[in-house]
């Protein structure tokens, strides 16, 4: 994978040696990508609140907001070495370290809440969890359900895949998501999501996608104009644990850290229902032109799935194992 970077064993000594010292720590550091008002940052807070009453008062966490401990890539790779106790982000930008995760990256692959709760929180997650431990040293105790990410631009309105052509858009550095502008048939500007709003604000990128909740809560408002409502890929946002600070832990914080996980992504999916809606209309009274893609979508999803998912068959465990999971959402195989 590209932008994996290798950990040499000297490191994960390092690694070891930080962990045990932060073994005991009252106050765990939880990195946030977003800002607040954040889906993240909605989940950070009920993480911290349930993890301070199951731990009876014992341990705290502190949120940084904002991606101040570091672009959320980079927080992956603190955390795999114990310099990061917890992070907040965006599952496209974990795919990199752990690239089974991909599956929840792939275009059009989950199509609502419930698709993206069964995923999450059944077989697949349990899975994925499991191979975030091995290939990235972290271990994902938490799910945030940020929404659809829609497209964004300061250009013009865009419906058709025709009206996108003349756009540099910004994408995370996540390689199904490259591939699926390159399907749509444009080059997009692969940038770390700390540079992406002054990305926007100088006009380096024109356009971006990220769910409703997000393009609020990060003031996207200011430097963009118009949104198209692609639903192409649900954003998922997973609370993870350095695996080597996990496992310093006595049994009883281990578990708390695992229950206030559970209880903050319940939340997280009621947060969404009662946001959505109230943020998008926001949006738009402040001045966002919002539109649909022509046709149903059809268009963009026929050269995503087409173009984009035979490429990851391997990666994710072939087309078969694809075919299981649309199954158990009630879909159409391919
Ligand atoms: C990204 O586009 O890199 C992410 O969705 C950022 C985020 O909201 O965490």
Excluded at 234 to 263: N, R, T
Aim: glycine residues 8%; negative net charge; proline residues 4%.
């Amino acid at each position: 994978q590209r932008f994996v970077k290798p950990l040499s064993v000297a490191l994960c000594l390092t690694a070891a040696a930080v962990a045990s010292s932060l073994a005991h720590a009252d106050t765990f550091r939880v990195a946030v990508g977003d800002g607040a008002g954040s889906a993240q940052h909605a989940l950070g807070l009920k993480f911290a609140e349930a993890f301070h009453e199951k731990t009876g008062g014992k341990h705290d966490t502190k949120l940084f907001l904002n991606g101040q401990l570091g672009d959320e890539q980079a927080t992956i790779n603190d955390a795999s070495m114990g310099l990061l106790d917890f992070s907040i982000l965006a599952i496209n930008n974990v795919t990199p370290f752990s690239p089974t995760v991909g599956v929840l990256t792939l275009p059009y692959m989950m199509q609502s809440l419930d698709d993206a709760v069964a995923l999450t929180q059944g077989e697949v997650g349990k899975q994925l969890i499991e191979n975030t431990i091995r290939d990235a040293g972290v271990r994902i105790v938490g799910w945030t359900y940020t929404g659809f990410r829609v497209l964004t631009n300061s250009k013009h309105p865009v419906q058709k895949l025709e009206d996108l052509q003349d756009l540099k858009i910004r994408v995370p550095q996540n390689e199904i998501m490259i591939d699926t502008y390159r399907a749509w048939g444009i080059n997009p500007t692969p940038m770390a999501w700390s540079e992406t709003f002054t990305g926007l604000q100088l006009g380096v990128v024109d356009g971006q996608d990220n769910p409703y909740l997000t393009v609020s809560s990060m003031k996207f408002d200011e430097v963009q104009k118009y949104i198209t409502d692609i639903r192409y890929l649900f954003s998922i946002e997973p609370l993870v644990v350095s695996e080597a600070v996990f496992q310093s832990q006595p049994a009883d914080v281990q578990q708390a850290i695992q229950e206030a996980g559970h209880a903050a992504t319940v939340h997280s999916a009621k947060w969404l229902v009662e946001q959505e809606d109230k943020i998008k209309a926001e949006l738009a009274a402040g001045g966002m032109e919002i539109t649909e893609p022509a046709n149903g979508e059809k268009e963009w999803m026929e050269k995503a799935i087409n173009q984009v998912w035979p490429k990851y068959y391997d990666q994710l465990g072939g087309k078969e194992k694809l075919n299981e999971i649309l199954t158990s959402l009630g879909r159409d195989t391919i």
